[in-house]
């Protein structure tokens, strides 16, 4: 019974605007949220896959669609999710043999993944909304 | 102890080291395959065929897609088993997410093999 009183006391602060997740936690449920975005949208990626090796009337549509900005706008933010997804994925896997396990050294690694997300989606951008081609 | 860890005793390890295994074999692949893609950077229709052409590179791509499929499927498991506690909903959910994999692995087959290039 007392436990329970002293549970029931304890401070509770669900204010979402004092709340800061700290940058390892940022990296991690992105990571979690890109991964779900990339398994929904896979798909429609097979879907283009299949009409742009289907025929030369399909891969044209593909590669017509690609010049649009809504498609554009997608497959930006799939590069997005890709990369967020893939550098994550390395920091997790390191992290799985024990390795940059400290508090202070996973937060170092959060930033180091998300600078190179944001490095690498400058160069997609790039190519993709400046010199309009997809090889980068 | 590491055996005993991939025994059928705890098969919540066999499917944590299937899905980090995945994706090591994903993250090596995929270079491999971005690497030819950047080699032939394939500007037409018939260029674009030829680069899935030979049988390795559509072997390469079936691996590539199978360790995704794998990874995916164990990765959305984690997510329905965290964030949708009402088992009823959880299990619709995982049944057409079950269905949708195979869709596309059967997909992936069909573009793969299925076709004649």
């Given at each position: 019974?007392?436990?329970?009183?002293?549970?029931?006391?304890?401070?509770?602060n669900l204010d979402l605007?004092?709340?800061?997740?700290?940058?390892?936690?940022v990296v991690s449920i992105l990571h979690r949220a890109s991964g779900v975005v990339l398994f929904l949208i896979q798909p429609l990626l097979l879907w283009a896959l299949y009409l742009s090796l289907s025929s030369a009337q399909g891969y044209a549509s593909v590669a017509a669609q690609c010049q649009q900005w809504p498609v554009k706008l997608l497959i930006t933010v799939l590069a997005g999710a890709f990369f967020h997804h893939f550098y994550a994925g390395i920091r997790h896997l390191a992290m799985d043999v024990h390795w940059m396990t400290t508090l202070q050294k996973a937060r170092f690694s959060s930033r180091v993944v998300l600078w190179l997300v944001a490095v690498t989606m400058v160069s997609v951008i790039?190519?993709?909304w400046v010199k309009g081609e997809y090889v980068v | 102890m590491l055996f005993e860890l991939l025994t059928a005793k705890y098969p919540g390890m066999r499917r944590w080291l299937t899905q980090r295994l995945c994706?090591?074999?994903?993250?090596v692949v995929l270079l491999l395959l971005w690497l030819r893609v950047m080699w032939l950077s394939p500007q037409s229709f018939n260029e674009w065929q030829a680069l899935f052409a030979p049988w390795w590179w559509r072997l390469l791509t079936l691996w590539f897609f199978v360790c995704m499929l794998l990874h995916a499927w164990l990765g959305v498991r984690d997510v329905l088993r965290d964030y949708v506690p009402h088992l009823g909903s959880r299990n619709v959910l995982q049944w057409l997410v079950n269905i949708s994999v195979c869709g596309n692995a059967l997909a992936v087959m069909w573009i793969l093999f299925g076709m004649d290039f």
């Amino acid at each position: 019974m007392i436990v329970k009183k002293q549970k029931k006391q304890r401070p509770k602060n669900l204010d979402l605007f004092t709340i800061r997740l700290p940058v390892n936690a940022v990296v991690s449920i992105l990571h979690r949220a890109s991964g779900v975005v990339l398994f929904l949208i896979q798909p429609l990626l097979l879907w283009a896959l299949y009409l742009s090796l289907s025929s030369a009337q399909g891969y044209a549509s593909v590669a017509a669609q690609c010049q649009q900005w809504p498609v554009k706008l997608l497959i930006t933010v799939l590069a997005g999710a890709f990369f967020h997804h893939f550098y994550a994925g390395i920091r997790h896997l390191a992290m799985d043999v024990h390795w940059m396990t400290t508090l202070q050294k996973a937060r170092f690694s959060s930033r180091v993944v998300l600078w190179l997300v944001a490095v690498t989606m400058v160069s997609v951008i790039w190519a993709i909304w400046v010199k309009g081609e997809y090889v980068v | 102890m590491l055996f005993e860890l991939l025994t059928a005793k705890y098969p919540g390890m066999r499917r944590w080291l299937t899905q980090r295994l995945c994706a090591l074999s994903m993250a090596v692949v995929l270079l491999l395959l971005w690497l030819r893609v950047m080699w032939l950077s394939p500007q037409s229709f018939n260029e674009w065929q030829a680069l899935f052409a030979p049988w390795w590179w559509r072997l390469l791509t079936l691996w590539f897609f199978v360790c995704m499929l794998l990874h995916a499927w164990l990765g959305v498991r984690d997510v329905l088993r965290d964030y949708v506690p009402h088992l009823g909903s959880r299990n619709v959910l995982q049944w057409l997410v079950n269905i949708s994999v195979c869709g596309n692995a059967l997909a992936v087959m069909w573009i793969l093999f299925g076709m004649d290039f």
